[in-house]
């Protein structure tokens, strides 16, 4: 599971070279690379300034596949996927993601794993409801040109107030628009954390593929449910939900129940936003041969540790991450 373990002594070193230890301090001040020094950021707006979906976070227009691929800086990459709700409801959830709680994950997760994050981060909307920007899509990076990327994204903000939001049109991007060398080269699975306040979109209709992805060759002319769309990702990737509590969140009953139906212990149902990264964490470190157990204990904090305790509680004590069969020589998998 993932490549050698890097020293303790190491690893400071290791990692201020590619310029994630600044991550937790980019925003600390108050500003952002567009804001003037010193000024107290306190509206989303202020940060994500885009008034509409660029085209090169826009899944019709973006050149693709998106690439994750080793190099001498990263010589055992590994895709996590990073999508966060943007619509309405999640209203100041939205600040504190880019703020806070992105570059605490950014941070966190170098004390976590053993292999090369290249991280990308998605936002959704909700395609049923026509939104404009159902699904954007940064670049895989491994440093922190995502945060500057992660700026760019538009917060739309609207959504359909039918209780479900498009997450998984991410699931169905990463299944078939992600190359990876983890994958292809060695067979190991990336990861894709969700958050958001409301349930899953029950379907993906072909006019509403088409709408998002415009006219690609290989896209999907039947209907997909949310099942198919999670297997589809799952090939590639260890899938999770985590589920805030956002104003969707009390505005429709059985949301939880929804997700783990969908996907069991894979659902997280996290009741303390600011217990994010910890609970990110946590479950990255089970892949690195803890325990579920071991890897809570090893939160200091007595609060956060109840928290994500809590969202575990239906997941299983320890994961099996088996190894899918790879080609080694980086050409895509035929999977479809």
Partial sequence: MGGPKIKTSDMESHYRSRDYYGASSYYSSGRNVSVTPNKRITDA????????????????????????????????????????DGTGSMGKYSLSLIQKQFPKIIEKMYAAVSWDPHIMCMCVGDVAAEDEAPLQATQFETDLRILEQLEKIWLEGYGGGNGSESYILGWYFAAKYCKMDCFEKRG??????????????????????????????????????????????????????????GRGYYRYNGIVSDWKQLMGGHACDLSDYDCLPDLVCTILKMYEGLSKSEAINSIEDYHTKQVVTEALCDHEENVVDEKVEANGDGNELEIF
């Fill in 188 to 245: 190991e699975r990336g990861f894709f954390f969700s958050f958001g306040d409301e349930g899953p979109t029950p379907k993906l209709t072909p006019y509403e593929l088409e709408r998002v992805f415009g006219q690609r060759e290989g896209l999907s002319k039947r209907k997909l449910t949310a099942t198919d769309c999670l297997e589809m990702a799952s090939e590639k990737f260890n899938c999770y939900h985590i589920i805030l509590h």
């Fill in 45 to 84: 707006s202020e940060v994500f300034k885009s008034t509409k979906m660029i085209d090169e976070f826009n899944p019709a227009k973006m050149k693709l596949p998106r690439e994750a691929c080793d190099s001498a800086q990263s010589p055992h990459s590994k895709g996590i996927i990073l999508q966060n």
